[in-house]
């Protein structure tokens, strides 16, 4: 039950055979499909949540899918405020989804 | 050599591009991704090509071939990952761009100074709030459909559907090409008042057929999904730990607020909404642009906004739909390539599928009641996380009737979105709130002197600064 990417044997599409992209997001490893958003690879897995929030510690991810809300931020490669929705992933990215909170607070570097 | 900027690549800006070039001027076509087409024809990326992309679209053909002749043209520059941050109009018309991938430390910052402008920015999703807006699996429509058409991503297995307008349709159908169940589509408004909206002078209804047909070809889509089609409901609580359980479903009264009693439980993995969509502004706003009552780009005949060889196409002038903004496109593209008149055929469909939009907003818009399924820790500015409670009460406890001050108050509107999400929604709260029933400071929400976050870094790194020797022709 949840997110998940259509399987292509599955896709009225008929999607051609792709190629695939590991990132390393908090230490695991996990693979997508070249071309694919942070967001994308993620929720694949059915991966929802992307960071907590600083205030309230809420969980939050994925809301406009478009770039405009700021929801999706994560920190790649060691930028932080990262877009996983606009960002496509490229092979080795480091993600790293601690969240605001814990970077604001000083907790986490 | 006239040079004309275009920024947003989307059915307006394409158009407008190729009208601008149909004209003789040289073009810069700008878009924040990396593909061409906007959101109305979010695609695959090349690396995942397939048999049969076009299923997943309207008009791919007209799309294919628009971007494919634009690429080919050599006095055409396309710059992709190309984010403009500030517009001035001081001497002439600058803007100021910054390129590379999305949200990178280390973009290249260029400086344009066109003959003319086309802004073409598209809208995004208005989406109003509910209890556990918030938790991770509430989506808007758009996020849907983008993660469907441009991903493959299904974002949920058990799906509901809710707000208002005729998008709903399409996401829907976008969800069940991606083999989601959709259980609903709610449409808040009463199927009286979408009667009435869509058939006043229907006669209006048969030069825009075409529009017509796309949405019986939703609608054929539903059937054939056996997806259920309930007006006068919403969405109007969504539960669950650390992401959407379940959602409650209310019966509305025709302004919208909820029945009492009506509400209903159901279990859902997913849930996508929008009540219809707000226009990006920002650079539009920061050209000078007048905007109408209504929260639009002032246009003239020709799409020429206030600001002196300013001009608008597409949804921030009314939100209309991809015919509408492609009509547009070639006639602000045409006159802001230099041409005098003519665009006959564009002036014409411009004029009924402008009709059309009138219908859509008579049918669909917001009614007022919606502010009745808010609760007092309902959090309205997701960034700031700013309550429902929090807004009421800065506004009668200051009795300020100023949207800046209640702003600085709360820190609503603050955040890193730029208050993109909740800017509406917070003024219409406070409106509500405050004494004289409406806000007494002109204040715009859509003010931003830096119109998009970008890093200080990037500002102030010389070695980023790309130099032109002029300003003027394409590279």
Redesign the interface.
């Known amino acids: 039950?949840?997110?998940?990417?259509?399987p292509a044997g599955?896709?009225?599409?008929?999607?051609?055979a792709?190629?695939t992209v590991t990132i390393r997001v908090d230490g695991l490893e996990v693979s997508g499909?070249?071309?694919?958003?942070i967001?994308?690879v993620l929720?694949?897995s059915d991966r929802?949540?992307?960071r907590r929030?600083?205030?309230?510690d809420?969980?939050?991810?994925?809301?406009?899918?478009?770039?405009?809300?700021?929801?999706c931020?994560v920190e790649v490669n060691g930028?932080h405020?990262?877009?996983a929705?606009?960002?496509?992933a490229h092979d080795g990215d480091t993600v790293i989804t601690t969240g605001d909170g814990a970077r604001r607070s000083g907790a986490v570097s | 050599m006239r040079q004309v900027v275009i920024v947003g690549a989307g059915p307006a800006g394409l158009a407008a591009a190729r009208a601008a070039r149909g004209a003789g001027a040289d073009v810069v076509l700008l878009d924040?991704?990396?593909a061409l087409g906007g959101?109305f024809w979010r695609h695959?990326?090349?690396?995942?090509?397939?048999?049969?992309?076009k299923?997943?679209h309207h008009g791919w053909d007209r799309f294919r071939e628009l971007r494919d002749s634009l690429e080919a043209d050599p006095r055409v520059r396309i710059v992709r990952g190309g984010q403009v941050w500030a517009i001035e109009t001081f001497a002439g018309v600058a803007v100021h761009v910054v390129v590379g991938?999305?949200?990178?430390?280390l973009r290249d910052r260029e400086v344009f100074a066109p003959d003319a402008l086309v802004l073409a920015t598209g809208a995004?999703?208005r989406t109003l709030p509910f209890p556990g807006w918030?938790?991770?699996?509430?989506?808007?429509g758009?996020?849907?459909?983008?993660?469907a058409k441009?991903?493959?991503?299904?974002?949920?297995?058990?799906v509901i559907v809710a707000g208002a307008g005729p998008f709903l349709l399409p996401v829907a159908q976008s969800l069940a090409?991606?083999?989601s169940t959709v259980l609903a589509v709610l449409e808040a408004n009463s199927a009286g008042s979408i009667i009435r909206g869509w058939s006043r002078r229907p006669w209006e209804l048969i030069p825009a057929s075409g529009k017509g047909m796309e949405l019986v070809g939703y609608a054929a889509g539903q059937l054939r999904h056996r997806i259920p089609y309930r007006t006068g409901r919403a969405v109007v609580a969504a539960h669950g730990t650390?992401?959407v359980e379940s959602v409650t479903v209310a019966a509305l009264n025709a302004d919208w607020s909820p029945i009492p009693g009506s509400e209903q439980r159901v279990e859902v993995?997913?849930v996508c909404v929008s009540h219809g969509f707000t226009p990006?502004l920002e650079l539009a706003v920061a050209a000078g642009c007048d905007l109408s009552g209504e929260g639009f780009v002032v246009v003239d005949d020709d799409q020429l906004t206030s600001t002196p060889g300013v001009y608008a196409a597409g949804e921030i002038t009314g939100i209309g739909g991809v015919d509408l903004a492609i009509a547009e496109g070639e006639i602000a593209g045409r006159h802001a390539g230099g041409a005098l008149g003519g665009a006959a055929s564009a002036r014409r469909r411009r004029r009924v599928f402008t009709g059309f939009a009138k219908r859509i907003e008579a049918a669909h818009g917001i009614k007022p009641g919606w502010t009745g399924w808010l609760t007092e820790p309902t959090i309205v500015c997701?960034?700031?996380?700013v309550t429902c409670g929090a807004i009421r009460q800065a506004a009668r406890t200051t009795r300020s009737e100023s949207l800046r001050s209640l702003k600085l108050t709360t820190r609503a509107g603050l955040?890193?979105?730029q208050g993109?999400?909740c800017g509406r929604t917070v003024e219409d709260l406070l409106g509500a709130a405050s004494t004289e029933g409406s806000l007494q400071d002109d204040a715009s929400p859509h003010r931003r002197p830096i119109a998009f976050?970008l890093r200080l870094g990037e500002l102030a790194d010389p070695t980023r600064q790309l130099e032109h020797e002029t300003s003027k022709g394409t590279q």
Do not use: K
């Open positions: 039950m949840g997110a998940r990417a259509v599955e896709d009225p599409i008929r999607p051609d792709a190629g499909i070249d071309g694919q958003s967001a994308g929720m694949a929802l949540e992307l929030t600083a205030r309230g809420r969980p939050r991810g994925v809301f406009c899918g478009i770039g405009v809300c700021f929801d931020i930028v405020d990262v877009r929705c606009q960002r496509r | 924040s991704s990396d959101q695959l990326p090349e690396s995942r090509p397939s048999q049969h992309e299923r997943l991938e999305s949200d990178g430390a995004h999703d918030d938790l991770p699996g509430v989506f808007t758009g996020a849907a459909q983008a993660l441009g991903e493959r991503i299904a974002v949920g297995q058990r090409s991606t083999g650390d992401r993995d997913a990006r997701r960034c700031e996380e955040g890193i979105c993109r999400m976050p």
